[in-house]
């Protein structure tokens, strides 16, 4: 079967760095999608990564090896606005996407 | 606001009731989807539309009935529902359908409890 692995919650501090891992395993890959969730509202678009590589954008960064079946969405000098659920997402060979069941993250002062 | 427009934004209903859900997308896109998100569980997917046909139907209980008029409007009607159905229902849009790397844009949602 397809599935997406990432943790449940994690915590972290203002002003530091937290990496969220994406594990996957799926009939073919087109491609990987972060979303950033805020309670009670749209998930949105954060990241897409087909190749290996690391893709910046900003104070976000997402990282992908297709090999290892893995991705990690890297978040820089953390703010307080941060704190939401993050969803990973991988696009398989029938263009279906396969939904992580998301990682909540917290951030304290 | 990401051009995607729900309605209500939070419903309670019995179960004997009937209830429609309200999507609007503002964005010129030709995909429309409902998804069901529960907690600490995947989005899944109930119903996809490309260009007001309906491409996919993962196995939704009859109880859910899409509608899809034109391609900037998705309902979702809601009729002798279950307390297992309370969720947080999701409609998205896309530019397209089945292309790599096509982004969904997301609506806030409808908190749906059913007692």
């Not at chain 1, 954008?57 to 978040?75: A, D, E, M, T, V």
């Not at chain 1, 606005?81 to 939904?99: F, G, P, T």
């Not at chain 2, 009731?17 to 964005?27: A, I, R």
């Not at chain 2, 509608?67 to 159905?85: G, I, K």
Request: net charge negative; charged share 20%.
């Amino acid at each position: 079967g397809q599935n997406i692995d990432q943790p449940t919650e994690m915590t972290a501090t203002e002003g530091a760095i937290v990496q969220i891992n994406c594990t996957y395993q799926t009939s073919g890959f087109n491609g990987l999608f972060w979303y950033q969730q805020h309670a009670g509202e749209a998930p949105t678009f954060l990241s897409y990564n087909v190749l290996d590589g690391l893709e910046e954008k900003g104070r976000f960064s997402s990282f992908l090896s297709r090999s290892k079946g893995y991705s990690y969405l890297l978040l820089k000098e953390l703010q307080m606005k941060d704190s939401a659920s993050y969803l990973c997402a991988v696009m398989d060979s029938n263009y279906q996407l396969i939904w992580g069941a998301g990682t909540k993250l917290i951030i304290k002062p | 606001e990401t051009g995607v427009t729900q309605t209500p934004r939070h419903l309670v209903m019995g179960m004997t009731n009937k209830k429609s859900l309200k999507c609007e997308q503002h964005l010129g896109h030709n995909a429309m989807y409902w998804y069901k998100q529960s907690a600490k569980k995947p989005l899944e997917l109930m119903f996809v539309y490309s260009l007001e046909e309906r491409v996919e139907n993962n196995s939704v209980p009859s109880r859910f009935s899409p509608e899809c008029p034109n391609s900037s409007h998705l309902f979702l009607h809601l009729h002798t529902l279950q307390p297992e159905d309370s969720a947080l229902y999701l409609c998205a849009s896309s530019h397209d359908l089945d292309s790599t790397g096509e982004k969904l844009f997301f609506g806030s949602g409808t908190q749906l409890s059913v007692l």
